[in-house]
């Protein structure tokens, strides 16, 4: 983890069920990696209804996390 992965951060994540099953599932690692090396990489896995949930719920738990 780096430095923007913080103890909250990791508190709000531990307590959604959905991220924590995500960020063990290697497929979605995998994934993450990828996007992470290529954000228009996501386009490719539009059709994935775990991804995207995932990252839905990823993005609105961060958002509102960095902005306060």
Avoid: C
Avoid at 9 to 17: F, K, N, S, T
Avoid at 41 to 54: G, Q
């Amino acid at each position: 983890t780096g430095e923007w992965m913080s103890p909250e951060l990791l508190q709000a994540i531990a307590r959604e069920p959905d991220l924590l099953m995500g960020f063990q599932d290697p497929e979605i690692q995998r994934i993450m990696a990828e996007v992470g090396a290529d954000p228009t990489a996501i386009e490719k896995y539009s059709d994935n209804k775990r991804l995207m949930k995932f990252y839905e719920k990823y993005i609105k738990l961060a958002s509102a996390h960095f902005a306060k």
